[in-house]
């Protein structure tokens, strides 16, 4: 039986007939001794989800721009625009992921922290924060103009093409701000937990190697 502080040293002694390893640091449900996806149908997956929500709202926004004024308010466009917009990134997302697992392949493990820390990693966090939360406030938006119209079908109360163009902009500075704040709790975390990692590593604490 070894024992290290170190999760990468134990999956390489994985890979040795008859050698068994116990990892003596906190245990992080994101370390893996593989590629950044177990296996293919994750990574199939994560590519036609990435995709298929790249190109699917690219062209939602496309027909919304040319065909709007004849199928719906400008409203519920710029809503639906907003919303498609949203998805979309969280397809530019995936792709993101799908590249780097493709990048790093079955070695991933080897780099993850450097992954992780790497400002590639950290726009993509970004860009699924606001994704998400931006498609959530979006589909709030049109279900409440949606209610408006539905109550009061003849009653001039009703959001307004400037208002819908505010409420949007507040809504994606709203969430761009949350994540702004997230990160900078992170980057205050970072000091701590290089030191908890330090004591870790420290001779004399736990188990011998």
Sequence with gaps: MSYSSDKRICCLLTEIPNTT???????DPLDTCG?????TVLRVA?????????VGNFAVIILRLRDGNLRSTVVQNNFMIGLAVADGLMGLYMLIISSADIYYGGIYFLSAQQWRESPIC????????VSSESSVFMLML???DRLICILNPFSHIKIKKSSSFCLICATCKKNVTNEQQQ???MLKLQPLQKCVKQNEDM???GPQR
């Design 21 to 27: 390893c116990h990892s003596t640091s906190v245990p």
């Design 35 to 39: 590629a950044l996806f177990p296996n």
């Design 46 to 54: 994560s590519w036609l989800i990435g995709l298929s929500a790249l």
């Design 122 to 129: 950290n726009f993509a966090g970004f860009l699924g924060f």
């Design 142 to 144: 049109i279900t409440v």
């Design 183 to 185: 990160q900078a709790r």
């Design 203 to 205: 001779p004399g604490e």
